[in-house]
Antibody, heavy 121, light 110 residues
Framework: QVQLQESGPGLAKPSETLSLTCTVS????????WSWIRQPPGKGLEWVGY???????NYNPSLKSRVTITLDKSKNNFSLKLSSVTAADTAVYYC???????????????WGQGTLVTVFS | QSVLTQPPSASGTPGQRVTISCSGS????????VNWFQHLPGTAPKLLIY???QRPSGVPDQFSGSKSGTSASLAISGLQPEDEADYYC???????????FGGGTKLTVL
């Protein structure tokens, strides 16, 4: 059974860098694509970005200048860094595995339970 | 403002069938497969439907999905109290080269 677990500080100060890690168990990070998605309080889900098994990335244009996603194959995890955070970055951050198939399309499964990051001074 | 449009709420009584709609555009739903997720607060979103109508192993057939053009729907039949949750649609967007989501529909079982 594949499981994902987010970890990292639950608090960040404005202008600092938010750092989160997603640890994958039951599957190798050397396969599939891996995504970060966030949900601000009371709002819907927002895709942050993804990294592929080969390390290629793509980010949401609204966050692109501040986001970096990296892969650590030795630890079977991937990480998110979001710089220059503001209160608007307060959200529950989820990691998810993305499967891509030519005939059946893409899907996100499973997801981690999510971790709340609050930005405040 | 979410890229995909869902009604904010839906409701039904036990045993009823409810449908949740999701509207997008040619760059997302019109070109790519739709996912549906069930989300309970404090838990991981659960994939209910992928590839427009496919159910992952373990998801009961009370959940069904369909797609036509740039819109999709999730139907839940035989409504049960434990189905009360938030439901989200999602699709890959070719313009964004990333995922877009609906704003979520809160389902209440009366």
């Amino acid at each position: 059974q594949v499981q994902l677990q987010e970890s990292g500080p639950g608090l960040a100060k404005p202008s600092e860098t938010l750092s989160l890690t997603c640890t994958v168990s039951g599957a190798s990070i050397s396969n599939h694509y891996w995504s970060w998605i966030r949900q601000p309080p009371g709002k819907g889900l927002e895709w942050v970005g993804y990294i592929s098994y080969s390390g290629s990335t793509n980010y949401n244009p609204s966050l692109k200048s501040r986001v970096t996603i990296t892969l650590d194959k030795s630890k079977n995890n991937f990480s998110l860094k979001l710089s220059s955070v503001t209160a608007a970055d307060t959200a529950v951050y989820y990691c998810a595995r993305e499967t891509r198939e030519l005939l059946r399309g893409n899907w996100l499964d499973p997801w981690g339970q999510g971790t709340l990051v609050t930005v405040f001074s | 403002q979410s890229v995909l449009t869902q009604p904010p709420s839906a409701s039904g009584t036990p045993g009823q069938r409810v449908t949740i709609s999701c509207s997008g555009s040619t760059s997302n739903i019109g070109s790519n497969a739709v996912n549906w997720f069930q989300h309970l607060p404090g838990t991981a979103p659960k994939l209910l439907i992928y590839s427009n109508y496919q159910r992952p192993s373990g998801v009961p057939d009370q959940f069904s999905g369909s797609k036509s053009g740039t819109s999709a729907s999730l139907a839940i039949s035989g409504l049960q109290p434990e189905d009360e949750a938030d439901y989200y649609c999602a699709a890959w967007d070719d313009s964004l080269n990333g995922w877009v989501f609906g704003g979520g529909t809160k389902l209440t079982v009366l």
